[in-house]
């Protein structure tokens, strides 16, 4: 079955960059919705971005302009680049895969800003 493991997180310090990556395995990335979701502690999981198979994308506005989330099929992976860190950004960073049959999670990876 499918599985999506994230990688990139850190501790950055404000202004800072970070490059997410999500690797999948499994023969449906191509066709999937790729996103990224973060949680923060005590917070509801949101949405930070998306890009569907065909590369169309959307942002979170209170990322809009900072990340910028893209795909390569031929690698099966999606990533989160992410600059003009703020200490708000601080969350558990979460890969997902949606398709018209399947939605999984990755596991998760921890960026923190702070100086």
């Known amino acids: 079955q499918v599985q999506l493991v994230e990688s990139g997180g850190g501790l950055v310090q404000p202004g800072g960059s970070l490059r997410l990556s999500c690797a999948a395995s499994?023969?449906?990335?191509?066709?999937?919705?790729m996103g990224w979701y973060r949680q923060a502690p005590g917070k509801e999981r949101e949405l930070v971005a998306t890009?569907?198979?065909?590369?169309?994308?959307n942002a979170a506005d209170s990322v809009k302009g900072r990340f910028t989330i893209s795909r390569d099929n031929a690698k099966n992976t999606v990533h989160l680049q992410m600059n003009s860190l703020k200490p708000e950004d601080t969350a558990v960073y979460y890969c997902?895969?949606?398709?018209?049959?399947?939605?999984?999670w990755g596991q998760g990876t921890q960026v923190t800003v702070s100086s």
């Open positions: 499994g023969s449906i990335f191509s066709i999937a919705i």
């Open positions: 997902s895969l949606r398709t018209s049959f399947t939605s999984l």
């Open positions: 890009i569907t198979s065909g590369g169309t994308t």
